[in-house]
């Protein structure tokens, strides 16, 4: 598998999912400047690392969204090629149209730092196959603008055609709208494409893929896109 | 020359910053405060002195990129 | 503002423009020897900049001098922008930690933001990328109407740099006191991580090579809030010249990753921040280590601002810049570099080999002063100092106690002071880099360094209660406390960074804090082996005349052989064994008990006898090296119940406890503060052998009780349920903060 | 009663947000921007019509929470 982490200056998390893909994969991504206009031949998976590109000023991702190497990226994507932005990353997703709707400030207004336990909703897409159907996960987050929003329309939507792809629910596996951790909508945690294969998620998957510092339930994420490419 | 691009959340959109001031004010005791929404201001100054350029040049700016038309709005006002 | 545009508007050096500038007369007439004629305006600001507290350290150098600084792996001591310590396989540890009390007061959250940019430029200076940030709070009484406010900005400051910058925040220490309720403390630490031989120095080599300046641009932050309120600069002065900072994470990442980009590519042949008083000091110090003269040409200088003049180019305090010597022929390369990150870069100097620090701005000369006296020649002060009187040993049975065991533990463990912090740490990104083995909330944060199995420990504290009554016992007791949290986790300390906040030093009594708390720290820190690489003093922490506790803030590194065998404090197991090492005698002095249950602050704080602390803790740490021991605690502030308690909030399995001893009064011993122990789970298969270890070792050891349940339970006391109080211990700060909060 | 407050950074003050912006405008190519800076406006109701007290509340708003005079300066305007 090839895989390219995009940078942004201000990406912060480019070593932490870089170095997620290579345990997992053990293949080393390729990191690609913010400045360049096409993404290194071959390439199957493009991922957006976590950070604050451009300082989160203005609007989270807004500034990154418009860079020059999103062109190509907006391409890989419609040529059916895989996604995957991560917290700032699904910020520029959301923000370059890429993917609907848009993260605003956590409803309570500061950063948050912690583990959240997350539903698989579905393992019928390129990053989640290798999780138990129903699974309840648990990975980071780390953001201060991570409340998923969108018009009634754009989260019906979103719904009916299946395309949340990670929940935060309560200790007792279930969604409570009313008490997650960042106001999401509908406890929305992560977003799929209409053809699922670009995916948003505010959680931090690479952060837990490795024994030592934590629980790995962020591994199957990543085996996933690496078995799946395998395949193919 | 000088102008000013106002953006606001577009009012169906719920504003936690403008609540949380009203809550914040009620319990410093500022007294009569029905609601506050917050928004960002931009100060902007711009090359020239042609207004109608000026106006075009800010309404691609927001467009562009100033302003997230998903949830906001946005207002341009030349200040002199 | 064109006032200081044309030089002959510059204002007349009267006694008046020199007091505003910070300088007594004597030290005024110092410089008028020095150079031998009047000083320029800008030479005045220079000297100001150089001779002030802050820079000239004149109140404590002479009592810094005292401190042990060496060790075989310290490779770096005081004297540079951070210490810098061997770690072993070719890397080395680089930190340091640093107060921003004053502007954190006045706007809390520019005021810690910029503090923790300028400790992680102090790091990333040396050539480490910095690996972890900590930080050590202090706030006011939680009922002072800008407590609240003042938490709230300091900890969004901390968050919103360190999380932006890309550093875990993975420690440090929050505490609550009435004396600091008008002189907040914010003393930040950073950790990096370097190549051994790959370390960056201030001192510049070669004569005409070019000085460049990189970063952000320069505003009149900051410039001299002293000068600024005098009346020569007229009307809207203070809309100018903004005394707070704005700190900018975005730009310092930039420059963190254009600094190391063109060190390794080696372009760099001395490099300082400019931190406090910018350009002038970073300028200086090179110029002077190096034994090398230094022209600057203002002209050249990346300004944020129009019409700014050369006094204000040489005190500004914009933050995230750098000054550099760069190596021959590589200047091109270097800017490449610096472009390619969106910053600017300019030549701004060259080094001379004239010993002079020659200023030059629109074709006059602003300044020509002898470098190395700017620094060499600094004022030095033997400032009159008292002991602090000694108080009486509190003898428990004098005391009138109402409270039950329980009770007593149930308020202490919802109280300010140990009420559980996260709140304020969920509020720091503190996994980021994927390196975090040990999170907030234990003993010692521990960092994994790149993939293992090594690690580095790192903890801060210091308790300005026993300062206050004892300052020598005190400044040992901060030490030790820091090197037992260090081996609690087991690691091994190897080297500190201090933070001295103290009040006014011009008053004996404070000069005594000072100098009795640096005994201390030098005295624990030659028993430990625990020297000293670098810390920072922050005086004349005052208010209406009253001083803050003397606060010396510790700062701790150690190195973890293989994290995987690291300790924490939650209890692992049922039908374990609790035994605590070290003497129980019930020292109720100056403890949490007595200040929060009996509302006393009184009476010798509790004696630290370093070659225990010494024999104790190395026992400890072989313990856990040898997988004997499943759960560890250092005790500390609080006693023994109060770390059972924290040992087993943190697992959800209690404990039943035996009866206290019955020479101890029960209340001393539950929560006396006696040093140099610690709390250890074992199974019952390992008793035995732990116990012969310690009796060959002449370590005091004694059995406790055995975990189990979901309760606290000690004879003739009622249960006291974890649940519970885990409630009380994570809802005081979220209850605090929340009522009418943004 | 409706009042708006604009709160910005003091002439000197460093404005981070802007400058990025003032960057992203260029690369975009939107021309003649000369500078931004970035505020805060707040949209306020206040109860009551009597504007003299309403201009009172919000002074005491502004200096008690809306702006940091330190670093800030701020500005009332009554919309209607
Ligand atoms: N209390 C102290 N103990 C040991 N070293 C100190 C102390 N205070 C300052 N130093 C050392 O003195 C030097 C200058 O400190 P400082 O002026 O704070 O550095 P910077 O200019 O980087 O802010 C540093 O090397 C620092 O480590
Ligand atoms: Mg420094």
Redesign the interface.
Known sequence: MKAAVLLF??S??E??VA??LKHVTGVEPAIVWHAETALPAGTDLVVLP???S??????CG??AA?AAIMEAVRAHAARGGLVLGICNGFQILC?SGLLP??L??N????????EALLKVERIDTPFTRRYAKGAVVRF?V?H?EG?Y???AETLARLEGEGRVAFRYVMADGKRDDTQVLN?AANSIAGILSEKLNVLGLMP?P??H??P???PTDGRALFESIAGMLEKA | MKARVLVTLKSAVLDPQGKAIEGALRSLGVPGVASVRQGKVFDVELDGGDSAKAEATLKEACEKLLANTVIETYRIEFVG | MTVLDTPAKEPQITPQLVADHGLKPDEYERILKLIGREPSFTELGIFSAMWNEHCSYKSSRLHLRGLPTKAPWVIQGPGENAGVIDIGDGLAAVFKMESHNHPSYIEPYQGAATGVGGILRDVFTMGARPIAALNALRFGDPAHPRTKHLVAGVVAGIGGYGNSFGVPTVGGLVGFHTRYDGNCLVNAMAVGLAEADKIFYAKATGVGLPVVYLGSKTGRDGIHGATMASAEFGEGAEEKRPTVQVGDPFAEKLLLEACLEIMAAGCVVAIQDMGAAGLTCSAVEMGAKGDLGIELDLDKLPCREEGMSAYEMMLSESQERMLMVIAPGKEDEAEAIFRKWGLDFAIVGRTTDTLRFVVKHKGEVKADLPIKELGDEAPLYDRPWVETPKQQRIDPASLEISATIPGALERLIGSPDFASKRWIWEQYDHLILNNTVQRPGGDAAVVRIEDGPKGLAMACDVTPRYCEADPFEGGKQAVAEVWRNITAVGGTPLALTDNLNFGNPEKPEIMGQLVGCLRGIGAAALALDFPVVSGNVSLYNETHGRGILPTPTIGGVGVLADVEKMATIAFKETSEIILVIGETTGWLGQSAFLSEILDREEGAPPPVDLALERKHGDFVRELIAEGLVSAVHDVSDGGLLVALAEMAMASGIGASLLAEPAEVNPHAFWFGEDQARYIVTVSGGEKATVFKRAESAGVPIAKLGSTGGDKLTIPGERPIVIDALRERSESWLPIYMGAGMM
């Open positions: 200056p201000g912060n998390r070593g932490d170095r997620a976590g950070g604050f451009y300082g989160d000023y203005l609007r807004a500034i418009r923000e709707g848009v605003v400030r409803a309570r207004l500061r950063f948050i730092c912690r980071p780390a201060g409340n929003t969108a018009d106001g931090h690479e952060n893929v490795d030592l510092v934590g």
